[in-house]
């Protein structure tokens, strides 16, 4: 791809998702930087000519196997991420989408370690990525009528 995650010149464009299935959400284990060996939301970087709800359904089915619906609304996160000296080593603009688990059981690739359904109530159990609780919290108290009908 054009751009470069590390140090890249402008902001890199990805998305992820609060995939819900039986009133738990997905988080997946992070075996890369950045974040490597803390827990997050599934999710990767848009490809060029890629729709970002395309870019959802990819993701989920690459890294953990399973097919999602999509919600139409997303929230806005910004991951910058210093180096020790103080440079610019990654800088992420991510569109959280909420989704409903429509089929498969995971087979986390090897962009995550693991993955699992956990209650929404025992995310303080988990070592995640900055502000991921807050996300969950906020796309899942979320009520619009087409979350509704994702099963949220």
Do not use: F, N
């Not at 990805?14 to 939301?41: F, H, I, Q, T």
């Not at 619906?69 to 910004?78: D, K, N, P, R, S």
């Not at 995550?112 to 807050?134: I, K, M």
């Amino acid at each position: 791809m054009g751009t470069e995650r590390t140090y890249p010149d402008h902001p890199v464009l990805a998305v992820g998702a609060v995939v819900v299935r039986d009133g738990k959400v997905l988080l997946v284990l992070r075996s890369r930087e950045p974040g490597r060996g803390l827990w997050s939301l599934p999710g990767g970087v848009v490809h060029p000519g890629e729709t970002l709800k395309a870019a959802v359904v990819r993701e989920l089915r690459e890294e953990c196997g399973i097919e999602v619906a999509v919600a139409e609304t997303a929230e806005v996160v910004e991951r910058l991420i210093q180096d020790a000296e103080g440079r610019m080593q990654y800088h992420y603009v991510i569109l959280d989408y909420q989704a409903k688990w429509l089929q498969g059981e995971l087979a986390p690739s090897d962009e995550v370690g693991e993955a699992r359904w956990v209650d929404p109530g025992s995310l303080y159990r988990y070592r995640l990525t900055h502000g991921t609780a807050d996300v969950i919290h906020r796309l899942l108290a979320r009520r619009s009528g087409e979350v509704q009908d994702l099963g949220a």
